[in-house]
């Protein structure tokens, strides 16, 4: 019987924990759209011109 009411509890603190993190996820929504929007696109255009120089061995001012 202990151990029924040891399961019992275990589970009530996990709800609770999972309805906690819920609100807080519903409360504080993350948006990665604009975390990603600040770099810009000086970011691409250095991955791209540093990708044609490793692949294809051209240099930076044949490429713009």
Do not use: Q
């Not at 151990?3 to 409360?27: D, E, K, P, Q, Y």
């Not at 810009?40 to 930076?60: P, Q």
Request: net charge negative.
């Amino acid at each position: 019987m202990t151990m029924l009411f040891r399961i019992i509890s275990w589970l009530n603190v996990t709800a609770r924990l999972c309805a906690t993190s819920l609100c807080l996820m519903l409360l504080f929504p993350y948006h990665p759209a604009m975390a990603a929007d600040r770099a810009g696109d000086e970011f691409m255009t250095g991955y791209v011109a540093s990708i044609l120089e490793r692949d294809l061995h051209w240099k930076e001012t044949a490429i713009f």
